[in-house]
């Protein structure tokens, strides 16, 4: 078994393209449809004029649902018409420009942060008038006070958030990131198990079989090596996103891996009974795009589950490994369940592999190729 691996490993390292290829693809839709940092960490390019206050340049670095990068103004303009950034701020004494390259939802969200900034300002200026201290010592003194005061309120507020019946939550960029990747490391998998058949074919096996190698070995080598290949593309995928583009993954980024294992393993068994179904490499080659568009579709990849109202299709993504794939990962990252949380469609990826799995081998054993 570990000769059959090793020569597997050798040949990948050959012809790495279909691998390269599906992988590349996955990140590339991902980064098209979604896979963008949100709302949540908004990157904005900042000009300051020399008579800015500093509160209101301390009040910005402070904010954590948006980083503020502070460049010269030939800089900000750049960034702006190069497309690097959707929009640039230009700080004043009293007053502040946007530059807007690209007008979207964050411009308001921009706009009202900064002008919080100087209404604090303008607060803090009317508070010491009213104080009537007219040392500058004593005026910095006042303001420091106040803040460490304002940051140790005399009551907390404890805030939760609920979500009515049949509502759901949708984050854009997770969900494409969960769902190309889901979808085409299918691809990949099936190309890699399809060689079972290819080598059955080409006398291969009978050829291994006159040898000390068990035929169950041949089967397990097969498997785990596509396997393997398999979920390395979803992990390379699932890092790119997280360690270049900057998805953080809500802070679940190791459990989205290890809930990659069932889902990978049940991909690996539906392709196995797909090649022991088929009869040749031209019947594989026009089944497969049937089979994994259609369970993208109705497994949720392209778009929340939630908003599909037919009945049909909802009770068709209930045999779909891809919908219980998205909604192990959604339920960890996006609603943030514990591993206990998403046991059901672990499970069921688990059971509808171990089926597929035994049809396939006894489908394959029982065709003479």
Known sequence: MIGILNAKLKQFIRAPFTFLMFTGMSIVFALIFGGSTGPG??????????????????????EESMKFIWVTEDELKEMVSDGKSELGVVLKEEDFQIVVGVDSFNTGLIERTIRSAYLDKRLQEQLIKQSGLTSKTEQEAFVETMKQELS??????????????GAFVYNSNLHHIFGFSLFFVIY???????????????????????????????????????????????????????YIVGVDFNGRFVETLLLLIPYVFAIVALSL??????????????ILPIISVSMA?????????????????LTLAKADPLYYGMQALEGIVVYGYPLSEVLIPV??????????MGIGIHLMERRHI
């Open 41 to 62: 960490n908004i990157t904005v390019p900042v000009y300051a004029e020399h008579n800015v206050d500093a509160s209101i340049i301390e009040f910005l670095e402070l």
């Open 152 to 165: 140790e309120p005399i009551f907390s507020i404890e805030s939760t958030s609920f979500r009515g019946e």
């Open 188 to 242: 990949t998998i099936a190309y890699n198990v399809i060689s079972i058949l290819l080598e059955k074919r080409e006398g291969i096996w009978d050829r291994m079989i006159l040898s000390p190698v068990k035929k169950w070995e041949m089967y397990v080598a097969n498997l785990i090596y596509s396997f393997i290949t398999g979920y390395i593309q979803v992990a390379i995928t699932f890092s790119v996103f997280r």
């Open 273 to 286: 009974l797909i090649t022991a179904i088929v009869k040749n490499m031209q019947q594989f080659n026009a």
């Open 297 to 313: 579709m109705i497994g949720g990849a392209y778009w929340p589950i939630e908003i599909v109202e037919s009945k049909l299709l």
């Open 347 to 356: 499970s069921v990826l688990v059971l509808m592999g171990v089926g597929m």
